[in-house]
């Protein structure tokens, strides 16, 4: 017999099965649908028996389906695509393994895998018992936080923290090297940076601290207060000062060995004959290339056997202001921390909200908006001038402008994810109003809010930021539209083309002469090759053809030929319209749920999720499914999860 324990609400019930009872069947269903419980719920000796029942299952279901189907092109001596589900079976739960189960299972689920052609073919239910057991995997991950990130600010929050703390333009940090986003950040830096920061140091201090013999300026004033007096000892002073510097700079009380490495400095630059005010202005110099301020840090080292630990409130209040305000906390924040108050539900909650009402939280949107929508290299994006003259600095701008307003939107009106793909209204000003077919009756550069009639427009698929972004310099791309749909607002994962296949450009000219572009793309089904992933592909980004290469309505394409914007998915829902295609899209609500909260929860731990992280996912997505899906709970429930709060000390 299995027992299980459970303790919900200062009561324990207790469960048990007798051997011919499936845990993860009758067993989960009775948690969830009876009493309301989810697989976090348990304690650990339930937790380790659905693992136990898992390992079990895994050895009866999976690893006979992928011997069968899966082992002679992924493990045994072939690993095509990078994929070994041979050695993924003799570890199944450990995370490098993960990426290779989803891709299995997304391949399995859409009939790419096994390819057609090959003898021994899955029927349906055995896709579905594979899809199902691969859903289990999670379960044999540890309960964890995963790596904690030690991450450094990126260039917009570092020059953002000198403008806040000191009253420096934040462009003094412009020559930092842009980030390359992805999940997280890099966490380390290299000599140029380094350099980098030592010159952008000097040039803070330069703006801020008067020239010797000269009057202190109101900053210096504030930071290093009246020299010390007569009969006053100027090391004392200098120390006071340098834990001063340093709280501000931290983010949160230094420790004494951190002040007395900065007192460590002043020493040094007196015993090199500089005075007083000079030796304090090299201490001011070593907090702002510590690595205390270019990097989030803990208030102090943990000296426990335990190997998992709460965040301390002030990195909570750090954390959770970079996250949304890409900046330092505010005293409100700090007066948190420093009570011991933040970590609490409720109040952590209300802040969480706060910060969000904030016009500050406009960076939210900079930082994993624009990623999340793909819209970082619009600015820089080339396009054929000829074809496309409306494509201006003004307007490129406009365009971010319309998607951050509109992500601002939903996120401060506390709506729906949904809203993102099927919304009846939209940002635009003058420039803006043209493409969208509302030429004079918006006018001037100011956006403002915009009721739209025409039901194919609203939400970001027939947004022009994301339309542009998805399109080549001189025509649409109903691949790459597809596959951002796809990818960007449904989860699902696409694999690459293969290698050998030739863009449309390098098509035979003489062939396709007179064919659409919708009719030259489809050449590509006719390729056993490319017909998997483009049966699932084409028909969404054919859906969205009325819209040209910038996000001007159309009737005809390029070549003169009339727009076919119908299509069929695989699941066998039809479309004839970017208005229909949004409808379904947006009928799938929990996809594009998912997609969110995993994304941000990645965005927010600034690593790539793994492992114990899929089953945080399925407590925020059961959490937020009772609130409609909406975005404040999203980042609530986010900034409350169990990686968000704790870190590994070891």
Known sequence: MIHFAIRRQGREIRLRRGPAVSVLGAGVWFLSSVLGLTETDLDDEAFAALQAETKKGFSEQVTPFVKNYCSDCHGNKKRKGGVDLIAALKRP??????????????????????????????????????????????YLSPKD??????????????????????????????????????????????????????????????????????????????????????????REAARKVARRLARDAYRRPPTD??????????????????????????????????????????????????????????????????????????????????????????????????????????ALFDGFGAQWLGLGDLESKTFDEAKY????????????????????DIVRKNESVVRFVDSDHTFLNGTLAGLYGLDGSITGPEMRRVKLED??????????????????????????????????????????????????????????????????TELHV?????????KVLDPIGFGLENFDAIGRWREVDDSGGAIDASGELPSGERFA???????????????????????????????PLQGYDEIVVDQLMEAIAKNDYRMQTLVIEVVASYPFTQRRVR
Not at 108 to 125: A, G, H, Q, S
């Open 577 to 607: 319209s970017p208005r229909d295609l949004k409808a379904i899209v947006a009928g799938r609500e929990e996809a594009v749920a998912r997609n969110l909260v995993e994304r941000f929860l990645a965005y927010a731990l600034c690593r």
């Open 145 to 234: 936080p995963g790596p904690f990130v030690l991450r450094r600010l990126t260039k917009v929050e570092y020059g953002n923290t000198l403008r806040d703390l000191y009253g420096v333009d934040p462009s003094v940090a412009e020559d930092l090297p842009d980030e390359v986003f992805g999940a997280g950040y890099l966490n380390t830096l290299s000599p140029l940076q380094s350099e980098l920061y030592l010159g952008i140091a000097n040039a803070v201090l330069d703006q801020i601290l008067a020239p010797m013999g000269k009057p202190p300026t109101a900053v210096q004033k504030r930071l290093f207060e009246e020299p010390p007096g007569k009969g006053e000892d100027p």
């Open 257 to 362: 060995e951190e002040v007395e490495v900065l007192v460590g400095v002043y020493d040094l630059a007196r015993e090199n004959e500089l005075g007083y005010p000079e030796a304090l202005r090299l201490l001011f110099k070593a907090v702002l290339v510590s690595p205390q301020f270019l990097f989030i840090t803990p208030a102090e080292e943990i000296d426990s056997e335990q190997e998992i630990v709460p965040l301390d409130d002030y990195q909570m209040a750090s954390r959770l202001s970079y996250l949304i305000w890409s900046t330092v906390p505010d005293a409100a924040l700090y007066e948190l921390a420093a009570a011991g108050t933040l970590h609490q539900p409720e109040v952590l909650k209300a802040q969480v909200k706060r910060l969000l009402m904030d016009p500050r939280s406009r």
């Open 455 to 520: 039901p194919n427009r609203g939400g970001i698929l027939g947004m022009p930021a994301v339309l542009a972004t998805t399109s080549f310099p001189n025509r649409t791309s109903p691949v790459k539209r597809g596959v951002w749909v796809l990818e960007q607002v449904l989860g699902e994962h696409v694999p690459p083309p293969p290698a050998n296949v030739p863009p449309l450009e390098k098509q035979d000219q003489k062939e396709v002469a007179g064919l659409t572009l919708r009719e030259r």
């Open 93 to 138: 739960g450990q995370a490098r393994y993960l990426k290779h189960w989803k891709l299995a299972v997304s391949n399995v689920k859409d009939f790419d895998m096994p390819p057609d052609d090959e003898e021994k073919l899955p029927t349906d239910e055995e896709r579905r018992q594979f899809e199902d057991w691969i859903g289990k995997i999670k």
């Open 389 to 408: 003259p409306l494509m201006t600095a003004e307007m490129r701008a406009a365009m971010v402008e319309e998607a951050r307003l509109f992500f601002e």
């Open 526 to 534: 006719t390729n056993a090759t490319c017909a998997n992933c483009h």
